[in-house]
């Protein structure tokens, strides 16, 4: 089973930067395909970054270009989501995600972090 857990999450100005970090324990051989997702209060949770195993590859929500650059460190067994230039509308929880193989693809989330964008 694998556990992801967030941080970095807190309140910040319109305009501002935080770095979120994704931290996953426990037995596995690798970390696939990873995501970050977010939900906002009455609204359903979205895709914002997706990136590959290696870290070679990775795709954005339209809403996220340009401000935001999804990295990982597989040494450190670490995923990690730079967010710039952040607007209201970035505020959600702020959740990561990978899938491992029981025999079927499982999806793994972690508990979320929190993300204000206010003034």
């Known amino acids: 089973q694998v556990q992801l857990v967030e941080s970095g999450g807190g309140l910040v100005q319109p305009g501002g930067s935080l770095r979120l970090s994704c931290a996953a324990s426990?037995?596995?051989?690798?970390?696939?395909?990873m995501d970050w997702y977010r939900q906002a209060p009455g609204n359903q949770r979205g895709l914002v970054a997706s990136?590959?195993?290696?870290?070679?590859?990775?795709n954005y929500a339209n809403s996220v270009k340009g401000r935001f650059t999804i990295s990982r460190d597989n040494a450190k067994n670490m995923l990690y989501l730079q967010m710039n230039s952040l607007k209201p509308e970035d505020t959600a929880v702020y959740s990561c995600?990978?899938?491992?193989?029981?025999?079927?693809?499982?999806?793994?989330w972690g508990q979320g972090t929190q993300v204000t964008v206010s003034s």
């Open positions: 426990g037995n596995f051989d690798k970390l696939y395909f």
């Open positions: 995600h990978t899938q491992i193989w029981t025999g079927t693809w499982q999806s793994i």
């Open positions: 990136i590959g195993d290696r870290g070679s590859s990775a």
